[in-house]
């Protein structure tokens, strides 16, 4: 599995410090400060100063993990190139036209779009909301300063409404709403809460059905430099590439 990533934060470079663990040979962000601070002299690893350039790398898969718009600009153009494509800025498939886009696109390419559980657990198991019929609500609650708040002290309600809103006023924050939404076919109930005492992300999942009740609270840690994402995330993409290749494949 030759891997690309688009987007060198967090994420990203989390990709590339176990890349011992599949094969990472190209990177490409569009801010080239990110890359030149990289330290790759002990791996193989390209450093595409534009996008061009990273879709002619012989790729099999590539992760974008930078934005809503790196999606909206980069994902058509790496389905056409026959690469699957793992998206961690769910946001952006709340656009049913970018959403049908791409999916037809890769169709059309004999390409996949994976989208990981990022933040969240038994996210398979919320699928059968597809299938049964019940009612599925998100509460995340987050310090002020990942939500833009920097100098608010307390506890608030930001934001409560669809998930398909929630994406556009908090593009960096609220992926969770956006795989919940895709996963159960659904555009959920979302409340935001911006609290001053909290030190992760925390989730609840609250869901009645007619197969019974499911309820989920999930605190995540934070990456230090970048209050805004979990390092849960991070991690589930790392479980994800690993798996596309194995022939047991375990609660999809």
């Known amino acids: 599995m030759r891997v690309g990533i688009i987007g060198c934060g967090s994420i990203g470079k989390t990709i590339i410090d176990n890349s011992n663990m599949f094969d990472v040979i190209a990177v490409y962000d569009k801010d080239y400060s990110k890359l030149s601070d990289l330290d790759l002299s002990s791996r193989s690893i390209k450093i595409c100063k534009t996008f061009d350039e990273f879709l002619r790398q012989d790729t099999d898969l590539v992760v974008e993990a930078a934005s809503q718009d790196a999606v909206r600009a980069y994902a058509t153009d790496v389905l056409k190139k026959r690469k699957s494509l793992v998206i961690l800025s769910v946001g952006a498939l709340m656009d049913e036209e970018l959403r049908t ?9 004999n390409s996949c779009i994976y989208i990981p559980s990022g933040a969240i657990v038994g996210l398979d198991n919320l699928k059968v909301l597809r299938f049964a019929e019940g009612d599925i609500t998100l ?23 669809k998930a398909s809103k929630a994406v556009k006023e908090f593009p960096y924050n609220i992926n969770v709403a956006a795989t919940l939404s895709l996963a159960t076919g659904k555009d959920i109930d979302v409340e935001i809460i911006a609290d001053s005492t909290v030190r992760g992300n925390i989730h609840q999942i609250r869901v009645n059905g007619v197969f019974g009740s499911i309820n989920i609270d999930i605190n995540n840690v934070t990456f230090p430099k970048n209050p805004k994402t979990s390092y849960l995330a991070a991690l589930s993409v790392l479980g994800l590439i ?8 375990v609660g999809l």
Do not use: M, Q, Y
Not at 101 to 109: G, P, Q, T, V, W
Not at 242 to 249: Q, R, Y
């Open 139 to 161: 509460t995340t609650t987050k310090s002020p300063k990942s939500l833009g708040l920097k100098d608010f002290t307390g506890r608030k309600t930001v934001f409560k409404g």
């Open 242 to 249: 690993k798996s596309i290749d194995e022939p047991l494949k």
């Open 101 to 109: 886009k791409l999916i037809r696109s890769a169709r059309e390419n």
